[in-house]
């Protein structure tokens, strides 16, 4: 097993179309929480594994031309898109840069979030401790973590689909067999607490995707089918069924009325006031500050 397994989800036209649909999905049903973690006006933003910057934009609109959001993600292509995007909305206030998620260069005490949104499951336990530890470094002392994540074994499709079933269970135990946990959103908070954080407040959703979206978009283990195969978990003629059970599930989504459900988790923790996890006092940078410093790519990103 690979200490650090390589992200399971290729980038294509089609994925990117599931992210854009997602971020605004995430913007609209989580407006609360986004609130309450403080995706607000002049706000100073970590996304960490930004993959190709959805939702990154979504939070650059927020936090304003006197807020920032700067983007992080060890893949080259997802930087590449997300830069894309970035000037194709001639957006001032963010950027995109490729690093690994627990070394991305940005100033320790410069941010005001950290957002860390489906990133923990395909990571190994080891890299999750380390993301989490590098979040609480950048924030600014009050400063607070957003971290979504799913449970991959609530996944619910009605009508029910064998096919389909089989397809998630292939991805869960691909993660699984390569060190991630596909059920790592219930536990989002007792790890936060475990890497310092202080006050953590739990959230759940059981979203509901209806007939016209399940149209229009693939579920994210169809974007991971070539490593459930490279890791010996499915076959060629897996993929083949699993492709024609999409189409034909595409094909009459409207006509049955057919509806799936994904468990999302969510938490807002706190970096304590006073001190950081070492027990030195950070100096953060204030609201409406300066911009973090654009990070340097490390060594292995």
């Known amino acids: 097993m690979s200490r650090d397994p390589a992200y399971s989800l290729a980038l294509s036209d089609e994925e990117i179309g599931r992210y854009r649909f997602m971020a605004q999905l995430a913007r609209h049903s989580e407006g609360e929480q986004w609130r309450t973690a403080g995706f607000v006006p002049d706000a100073k933003v970590a996304d960490i594994g930004c993959g190709p910057g959805l939702v990154l934009v979504e939070l650059a609109d927020i936090v304003g031309p006197d807020g920032y959001v700067v983007g992080i993600d060890r893949g080259a292509a997802e930087i590449a898109t997300a830069s894309k995007l970035i000037s194709e909305r001639d957006l001032t206030n963010a950027t995109a840069h490729e690093a690994d998620a627990w070394a991305t260069g940005i100033d320790e005490g410069s941010i005001d979030v950290v957002n860390v949104r489906h990133v923990l499951a395909h990571n190994t336990t080891e890299n999750q401790q380390r993301i989490l530890a590098h979040a609480l470094d950048l924030l600014r002392p009050g400063g607070t973590l957003y971290a979504v994540d799913a449970d991959l074994t609530m996944s619910r499709n009605d009508p029910f689909d064998e096919d389909a079933h089989d397809l998630n269970d292939a991805y869960i135990a691909h993660l699984i067999d390569t060190g991630r946990d596909p059920s790592v959103g219930p536990k989002l908070g007792s790890l936060a607490t475990s890497a310092g954080f202080g006050e953590v407040q739990r959230f759940a959703d059981f979203a509901c995707l209806p007939p016209v979206t399940l149209a229009q978009i693939r579920p994210p283990a169809w974007a991971a ?14 993929l083949a069924r699993w492709d024609r059970a999409l189409t034909t599930s595409a094909d009459t989504a409207v006509a049955r ?34 911009g973090p410093a654009a990070p340097q790519t490390p060594s292995g990103a």
């Open 257 to 290: 009325n057919r509806a799936a459900f994904i468990a999302s988790f969510m938490i807002v923790a706190r970096k304590p006031s006073s001190a950081a996890r070492s027990g030195q006092i950070l100096v953060g940078g204030a609201r409406g500050a300066a």
């Open 225 to 238: 089918r070539q490593a459930i195969i490279d890791s010996g978990h499915a076959t060629a003629d897996d």
